[in-house]
């Protein structure tokens, strides 16, 4: 997961002209909105339509916490991303838990949105754990996410996502694991041979504030921000899908040789096993937090375990 604390790219500015504000027009709010990605991506997109729809409506007015895990643990998502977004977008159990945790860093969670599948580029073909022995998976430096891939067999490689590009040239990995936009934007896909979706899990965003300045709005403008995050959802939901197929198209585009493979369900099921020891090191990592957040949202999204 990413978390939106760096700042640049994106400033939205308000001109305070409500009453209730009792300040002049000329007077202006400026609200930052920091991204990780390039212009173009899915954050980049969620950015500027959120600075369009809160301008209107107002005339032209990283820390990482164990419970944020949660969506690092293997197949924890529906295969229905509508249900999968609209659990991030509602569930009440997951912010309160994340919410609180974060608070406690003075930190305020705003809102989670998808990305889209994680999906493995490799340089030769994974369809069952076996196939992970003797393979080194980059990774990021997540306690789970290491795991995840250790339990399948492979050897795991944490390395900053600039270096990633050059590890796979030169065989330093055999792999790794993103979105298809990220793939494509990143040109892994020049130097793997295989795309594979496993259906193990959803890239997942969270857009955080600095909780003093959250407490510093006004009510009129808590409203304004939950009013946007709650339209954002469905809007972000349908561009990031968008972005993923387009930049699926160019992939196809520009390497006719890339092989394409989508897990089975039985497939699916084989690397699942796998995830028990990953779900209670998450519980181990969040406590009893954790573990009503884990039972949550196994009960929103249809889970079995």
Known sequence: MRYLLRLFMVTLTFLLSLPVLATSEEERLVWRFGLEEIDGSVQDIYAKEFKRRIEEKSAGQGSLVPEMQVFNIPYI????????????????????????????????????????????????????????????????????????????????????????????????????????????????????????????????????????????????????LRDTFEEMSDFIFEKQQALNKAQLAKIKEFKPSMTFIILTRAQQNAFKKYAAPIRARYVELAGQPGERLLKALDEALGNKN
């Not at 580029?121 to 250790?150: A, Q, Y």
Request: glycine content about 4%.
């Open 77 to 224: 998502f529906s295969q229905d991303d509508k249900l999968n977004q609209s659990v991030l977008t509602n569930n009440s159990t997951l912010y309160e838990v994340v919410g609180n945790a974060l608070i406690d860093q003075d930190l305020r969670l705003m809102t989670f949105y998808l990305e889209g599948d994680m999906v493995w580029s490799t340089d030769t073909e994974i369809v069952k754990p076996d196939d992970f022995k003797d393979f080194r998976m980059r990774v990021m430096n997540s306690p789970l996410v290491i795991e995840s891939f250790r339990v399948y067999g492979a050897d795991t490689i944490p390395l900053p996502y600039s270096q990633v590009y050059g590890a796979l040239q030169a065989n330093i990995v055999n792999g790794q694991s993103n979105p298809v936009f990220s793939i494509e934007e990143m040109k892994f896909y020049e130097v793997t041979e295989y795309m594979i979706w496993p259906g193990k899990q959803k890239f997942t965003t969270s857009v955080i504030a600095n909780q003093a300045w959250y407490l510093s709005l006004s009510a009129e403008h808590k409203m304004l």
